[in-house]
């Protein structure tokens, strides 16, 4: 395995897989979800991040990394468009003290035309976003982005092949410090071609590890797989990059109701308040209901967790402590998982929760805030089972 630090972000290209189909800019109801939700999400991520402070102006960038057409065959637009209209949106909230700069790479020199034609266009109504468009690969170009980004700045990177990826791409991202990561994991496609000996050096590339091997014969395989990269993503991010708490976020995203999802998206952040901001985004694209949770977790396992975290007679506020829940459990809630839990131990007596504003009467049992004050009855005896 290559080392993913520095500035060397590979010559070849890290994308393996078919990406010339006569379909794909055919508009599915899964990309419509995708669009939604990273809408959703950067609209978010900017109120978090964006906001003015004492009338300074706040920039932030998008690094649509694989941008694609900007527009599919029935005229809805790409995400090059729809981070551009969300740009638009957040700086006029911010009265003028917010400015995103997009920055969108494509390969292909018809979807790079394409792609040029639909900015200009957009650039009419979406007047206050910068964009630089680059012809190439992103691993050509990735350099060159980022020297064109402020040290300081935040930048979430898109990376939307239509084919899977090395995951060293991923990685190499995380390596400056202000990127987060939204990826498109083809989960079915690797199912399908898991046990095809062609492809074994091609998966090694995907994982990074020989671990998939050990999961040919399992069921439930696909969730598997995504859980596997997830921890990949974990395990070398702190393996070689020094990086101990990365949150990653598997979303499966439903195909067209047939059984089968045909890839997941996967949030990659160091900060609980952007994984939490990732699950709003979720939810109010309406992708989450309940049978698409695709890793479910054991019971009382965010309860244990809790209770495991407050040891010792550490007092956590709410959302910290599900940051570290979340680093076990990727797909714990924060609306149900970790405030219920939080909840069900209140009332059990085994934790005990103080609101952060002294001043707050708050009634035992309900549902924690994200500042509120965690910690065991009792200063941290252990558990009685
Ligand atoms: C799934 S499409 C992008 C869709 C777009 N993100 C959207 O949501 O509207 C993937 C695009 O990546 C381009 N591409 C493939 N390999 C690339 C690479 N190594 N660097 C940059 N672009 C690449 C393809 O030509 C294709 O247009």
Request: proline fraction near 5%.
């Amino acid at each position: 395995m290559t080392s993913i630090r520095g500035a060397d972000y590979g010559r070849r290209s890290d994308v393996i897989g078919p990406d010339k189909q006569p379909d794909l800019w055919e508009y599915k109801e899964h990309t419509g979800l995708k669009h939604a939700i990273l809408s959703n999400y950067l609209k978010r991520w900017i109120s978090i991040l964006g906001r003015p402070r004492a009338g300074k102006p706040k920039t932030m960038h998008f690094v649509d990394s694989y941008a694609g057409r900007a527009r599919y065959k029935s005229g809805e637009l790409g995400s090059p468009i729809l981070s551009m209209e969300v740009g638009e949106e957040l700086h006029r909230h911010f009265n003028g003290a917010f400015f995103l700069e997009c920055h969108n790479v494509e390969r292909d020199a018809f979807n790079f035309a394409s792609l040029r034609w639909e900015v200009e266009v957009a650039k009419q109504d979406f007047p206050s976003v910068g964009v630089r468009n680059y012809q190439g690969s992103f691993e050509d170009r990735a350099g060159e982005i980022f020297s064109n980004i402020g040290a300081g700045e935040p930048a979430l990177v898109f990376l939307d092949p239509f084919g899977y990826q090395s995951i060293d791409m991923p990685l190499k991202m995380l390596d400056r410090r202000r990127n987060e990561v939204f990826i498109t994991f083809m989960s079915s496609f690797v199912n399908r071609f898991l046990t095809d000996p062609s492809k074994a050096a091609v998966m090694d590339r995907i994982f990074g590890t020989p671990r998939w091997r050990e999961l040919r014969g399992v069921p439930n395989r696909q969730e598997r797989l995504v859980r596997l990269y997830c921890e990949q993503i974990q395990i070398m991010a702190r393996e070689k990059l020094g990086v101990d708490e990365v949150l990653v976020y598997p979303i499966d995203v439903d195909f067209e109701g047939r059984d089968a999802d045909i890839y997941h998206l996967v949030h990659v952040s160091q900060h609980e308040a952007a994984r939490k901001a990732m699950e709003e985004a979720v939810w109010s694209a309406n992708v989450l209901k309940d049978a698409q949770l695709s890793l479910p977790l054991p019971d009382a396992a965010v309860e244990d967790l809790i209770l495991e975290e407050l040891g010792g007679g550490r007092t956590l506020q709410a959302l910290p402590l599900a940051k570290k829940v979340w680093l076990r459990h990727f797909t714990a809630t924060w609306r149900d998982d970790v405030r219920g839990a939080v909840k069900a131990l209140e009332q059990r007596g085994e934790v005990i929760v103080t609101p952060n504003d002294p001043s707050k009467k708050r009634k035992v049992g309900s549902l924690a805030k994200e500042k509120d004050w965690v910690e065991l009855r009792g200063g941290g005896q252990p558990r009685l089972v």
